[in-house]
């Protein structure tokens, strides 16, 4: 539906909002009652509220590679989890999400979590860092290189280490020690919040991380600081756009730190809510979305842009560091109705939330329980600017612009799902097929869906996957199968 007419002349800008492992359930428009978000309920009460939208993985790296590319993970070697020193992923000749906008004549900025890999070789993070970002489609960048649990805990912003002094390089490595800086194995009473698996190695802030480094000191980045400085790089972003390109749409990728491990906020977020570090993060991630939402305001923005919330993937409590939040959790459920979290082929991985607000085209307070996924935001955004995608490119992106515009309420025919197992979705039927790894993730403790056998499951009278259908629906499987077959070998 058409809302009012706005003729700005140009294309929408967007924003995607991209939060890191915040579940279906951890957003009070899906149905928190423990943290309340009152901004990214904002989106979802002036814009649509998708109830079936997907991450395309159940792990960051291969959600970013999908939602970039608009090709699944699972058809590229090299595309799982990756270390603190990975090369680039995506190289340079690939068409992205932001090569395309960028081409469509979008000025293009990520700012964040990025976990794409970064240069060709051995990194050497005292020299220009590239290819990255700004080789696949990027103006500008200011980022986290892999994750805020991983070194090198240092912000890269456009091709260097931010504040890096010539004279204390950094090293890093993941394979045993660099320098003699304490580890978290070692020295855990140095620790301010204590590693429960993995993250024993260097300690920064206070911190044991995975991975060890050693230099650049005066360039760490202190967790507790870490919303305020990306939420400022974005809204900075904004303002000098409008300062200075007024006449570009633009496309800003905020891929928040927030909720991963490990959580640190701010002073004063901490013990505003009753769930702990893991609450206190959700409730910082919100006041973040508000200063994106407030800056759109204040340049009246707002019309004309699309803003996305969602995440890379679905929820986890206790992901390496002993942070309270299994303890604190009460009756909270942050994957919502869905099972499994994080890691899992259940629901609960990729079934996150899903929020798209544009005040030109999408009816304020829209529901829509089409089937969607971020790997369909290149194809979609294509068809919005006009601009055609190369053959070949964006294989298993589908153009659902009008699903996001309230035109369409179906979406898909089918998604495939990637955890350790691969599932189909189609219609209310998931199959998930075989996998020989543990069906717990002990050290999560989420419920990985891997089995033995194959799994099949009706999710209108069966959302929370209990009820094995396979044997019954022979027919449906073999469907299933095939339909499989054919988008592997596409
Ligand atoms: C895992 C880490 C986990 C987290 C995850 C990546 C261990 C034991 N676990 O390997 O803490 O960092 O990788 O999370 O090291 S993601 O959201 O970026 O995919
Ligand atoms: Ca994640």
Known sequence: MLLASVSFGQHPNIVIIYADDIGFGDVSCNGNRSVSTPNIDRIAEEGCRFTDGHSAAATCTPSRYALMTGEYAWRKKGTGIATGDATAIITPERVTLPSVLQKAGYRTSAVGKWHLGLGTGVIDWNRPIFPGPMEVGFDECFIIPATGDRVPCVYV???????????????????????????????????????????????????????????????????????????????RFIDQHVASHKKQPFFLYFSTHDIHVPRAPLPRFVGTTSMGPRGDAIAQLDWSVGEILRSLDQHRLKQNTIVIFTSDNGPVLNDGYKDDAVEKIGNHRPAGPWRGGKYSAFEGGTRVPFLVRWPAKIAPGSVSEALICQIDFLASFAELT?????????????????????????????????????????????????????????????????????????????????????????????????????????
């Open 386 to 490: 006009g601009e055609p995608l190369p053959p070949g490119s964006g294989r298993d992106s589908q153009n659902l612009l009008r699903t996001l515009k309230q035109e369409d309420r179906n979406g898909r025919d089918h998604l495939v799902q990637q955890a350790g197992a691969i599932s189909l979705r189609q219609g209310k039927w998931k199959l998930i097929e075989a996998h020989s790894g543990p069906a717990l993730s002990r050290q999560v403790n989420i419920e990985t869906a891997n089995a033995p056998e194959l799994q099949l499951y009706d999710l209108t009278t069966d959302p929370g996957e209990t009820r094995n259908l396979a044997e019954a629906n022979s027919a449906r499987v073999a469907e299933m199968q095939g339909l499989l077959k054919k988008i592997r070998e596409n």
């Open 157 to 235: 912003e456009n091709h260097s280490v931010v504040g890096l002094s010539a004279n204390d390089p950094i090293h890093v490595s993941f394979s045993g020690p660099v320098g003699d800086e304490p580890t978290g194995l070692q020295n855990p009473e140095l620790l301010k919040m204590q590693w429960d698996h993995g993250h024993n190695s260097t300690i920064v802030n206070g911190i044991s991380r995975i991975g060890f480094m050693s230099g650049g000191k005066a360039a760490r980045w202190v967790d507790e600081d870490m919303a305020e400085v990306l939420t400022s790089r974005a809204v």
